[in-house]
């Protein structure tokens, strides 16, 4: 990944934090979009702390004109972008008859239609990029029933089939590729009561939550050459859960 730019939103904490870290780790040029300004700007230093390369930009990724910022800051700063990794998500959990309307609206704002939009407005810079990767923070959730996370359900299989969808539309000039994320051990699971936790994982056949270090380690692959040949698909990271 050497001195390829990566945009990563959701990067101040959890996955996105450690995919930056990897990202700039393999060399890439990584602007970390969050609307955490300190978490985002700690991970930038931490970064840069190294040796490596990268910037933050406050970005609520439910708006489309923090999302536009995002990219020509990304232009100014760095003369080009390879990689857009949409890894921002909003989860209110509810069962769907408890869901707000304005929940519902608010998940999809930060989980779905970003996905869409940031993608969107990306595409031409992508496009001139010889190795031009939309990555998409999916989740298990978009292949098998959870209750009680309505919006978030629906948002995340919307976010897999937007990725098979795009896939179709870009290939051969840019792949397009989700991860689909088990249980893994980031501040978001902290909202999780600890016995509604410890029965999940009682599920998961490697009997652990995963590492966001493990999901990083697949993103970096994935976006990748070493995956050229990788579109239109989810790579399930769960420590075996849907193959139960």
Same mark, same amino acid.
């Given at each position: 990944?050497?001195?390829?730019?990566?945009?990563?939103?959701?990067? %101040?904490? $959890?996955?996105?934090? &450690?995919?930056?870290?990897?990202? =700039?780790?393999?060399? /890439?040029?990584? !602007?970390?979009? #969050?609307?955490?300004? %300190?978490? $985002?700007?700690?991970? &930038?230093?931490?970064?840069?702390? =190294?040796?490596?390369? /990268?910037?933050? !930009?406050?970005? #609520?990724?439910?708006?489309?004109?923090?999302?536009?910022?995002?990219?020509?800051?990304?232009?100014?700063?760095?003369?080009?972008?390879?990689?857009?990794?949409?890894?921002?998500?909003?989860?209110?959990?509810?069962?769907?008859?408890?869901?707000?309307?304005?929940?519902?609206?608010?998940?999809?704002?930060?989980?779905?239609?970003?996905?869409?939009?940031?993608?969107?407005?990306?595409?031409?810079?992508?496009?001139?990029?010889?190795?031009?990767?939309?990555?998409?923070?999916?989740?298990?959730?978009?292949?098998?029933?959870?209750?009680?996370?309505?919006?978030?359900?629906?948002?995340?299989?919307?976010?897999?089939?937007?990725?098979?969808?795009?896939?179709?539309?870009?290939?051969?000039?840019?792949?397009?590729?989700?991860?689909?994320?088990?249980?893994?051990?980031?501040?978001?699971?902290?909202?999780?009561?600890?016995?509604?936790?410890?029965?999940?994982?009682?599920?998961?056949?490697?009997?652990?939550?995963?590492?966001?270090?493990?999901?990083?380690?697949?993103?970096?692959?994935?976006?990748?050459?070493?995956?050229?040949?990788?579109?239109?698909?989810?790579?399930?990271?769960?420590?075996?859960?849907?193959?139960?």
């Amino acid at each position: 990944m050497q001195d390829r730019v990566a945009i990563i939103t959701g990067a %101040a904490s $959890g996955i996105g934090r &450690a995919t930056a870290l990897r990202f =700039a780790e393999e060399g /890439a040029a990584v !602007v970390i979009a #969050d609307i955490n300004r %300190a978490g $985002g700007s700690a991970c &930038a230093h931490e970064i840069a702390d =190294a040796g490596g390369r /990268a910037i933050f !930009v406050e970005t #609520d990724v439910s708006s489309e004109t923090d999302l536009s910022n995002m990219i020509d800051v990304t232009l100014r700063m760095y003369g080009h972008l390879d990689i857009l990794h949409n890894n921002a998500f909003r989860n209110e959990a509810a069962a769907a008859r408890d869901t707000s309307n304005d929940a519902w609206q608010r998940t999809l704002a930060v989980t779905l239609t970003p996905v869409w939009q940031a993608s969107k407005l990306a595409l031409p810079h992508l496009l001139q990029s010889p190795g031009g990767v939309i990555l998409n923070t999916a989740s298990i959730h978009s292949i098998v029933g959870l209750a009680g996370n309505a919006a978030y359900q629906a948002a995340k299989g919307g976010v897999l089939s937007l990725t098979r969808a795009m896939s179709l539309e870009l290939a051969p000039k840019v792949r397009v590729v989700a991860i689909l994320p088990g249980a893994i051990d980031t501040p978001s699971t902290q909202d999780v009561p600890a016995d509604e936790h410890a029965a999940f994982l009682r599920q998961v056949p490697m009997a652990r939550a995963g590492q966001p270090e493990e999901i990083a380690s697949v993103a970096a692959f994935l976006a990748s050459d070493e995956a050229s040949y990788i579109t239109g698909t989810g790579i399930v990271v769960d420590g075996g859960y849907t193959s139960r």
